[in-house]
């Protein structure tokens, strides 16, 4: 039984149950390469560069060109999530509590989802024929927390989008793939405050802060207070290409609604999915050192 309903018991009366603050499912699921596995391990083949020869002879032998193969897998996690309404707590309360809990609970496994991305966005990924090689993040793709600050530890500001900008363009990352960027309130609020001496800019960062555009220079942001923070206690604003970062779906979030005879015919609301992540392509992912002050 839950211990926690009691906090919803009507007093008086209540029209129905408030659902607290709280993130509501995925904001990183439509944002990333989705593909569907079978299985614990999922495993992605992929071609890397290659480079025409020139000919230099009349009748010269066919060349034979190498192509450079590499592999990811990806690990599947399961996640679920239940609790237990008695019957007396629905006679307690005004309204049935189950569809709040129920989309309390879908909304849990959307968070889930994101921190799996986020987690995965610059820890290890695993490459190699069998999966069994550890491939660190590349710490080139860090924007330094100073960039913009005149020496100093600084938040988001115009010059590290730039310079974000410019490590994905130097790396050849295809224009046409949508770019994208996570960042929390208060970084959004420290870039709003970076770009009122810059008016070309500052109307543009105004409009993202409320919420009335989504994408500045190139990037479409997304906000969400779910990101890390590095070694020096800096945020990390990640940002990246849709197709370096990978959620890999063995069972899409499943919800069952039933009663339990075995806890005295109790209604159990239950939720369960199968996922993981991984990032594919170091040069293609990478993150913001931002200053929280």
């Not at 499912?25 to 890397?48: K, M």
């Not at 995965?120 to 490459?127: E, L, P």
């Not at 988001?156 to 050849?172: C, G, M, P, V």
């Not at 802060?209 to 604003?237: M, N, P």
């Amino acid at each position: 039984m839950s211990v926690e309903i009691d906090t919803a018991f009507v007093q008086h009366y209540a029209q129905n149950v408030t659902l607290l603050a709280q993130q509501k499912g995925s904001r990183l699921r439509d944002a990333v390469r989705v593909e569907s596995i079978t299985g614990r391990n999922g495993f992605f083949d992929q071609i890397g560069q290659v480079a025409a020869r020139r000919r230099t002879t009349r009748h010269a032998d066919t060349p034979r060109m190498d192509t450079p193969h590499a592999r990811r897998r990806v690990s599947l996690v399961d996640y679920d999530w239940a609790d237990l309404i008695d019957q007396e707590d629905k006679v307690r309360m005004l309204t049935d509590p189950t569809s709040a809990y129920a989309r309390a609970a879908a909304w849990a496994m959307g968070r889930a989802m994101d921190d799996a991305l986020i987690e995965a966005a610059d820890g290890i990924a695993y490459s190699g024929q069998d999966g069994s090689t550890a491939t660190n993040f590349d710490s080139a793709m860090v924007i330094d927390v100073q960039v913009g600050g005149s020496a100093s530890d600084v938040g988001l500001n115009i010059e590290k989008l730039l310079a974000a900008k410019e490590t994905l363009d130097s790396n050849d990352v295809d224009p046409d793939v949508p770019r994208f960027m996570a960042v929390n309130a208060k970084q959004l609020k420290n870039l709003l405050g970076e770009t009122q001496v810059q008016s070309a800019d500052y109307n543009s960062v105004k409009a993202l802060v409320q919420g009335d555009i989504d994408t500045f220079l190139g990037f479409r942001f997304i906000r969400t207070e779910r990101i890390g923070i590095d070694s020096a206690s800096d945020h990390k604003v990640l940002y990246w290409a849709r197709d370096g970062l990978l959620l890999a779906l063995g069972q899409e979030p499943q919800a069952r609604i039933s009663e339990r005879d075995d806890k005295n015919y109790a209604m159990q609301v239950f939720y369960s999915m199968a996922i993981g992540a991984s990032r594919m392509e170091e040069s293609q992912i990478g993150y913001i050192a931002c200053d929280p002050s």
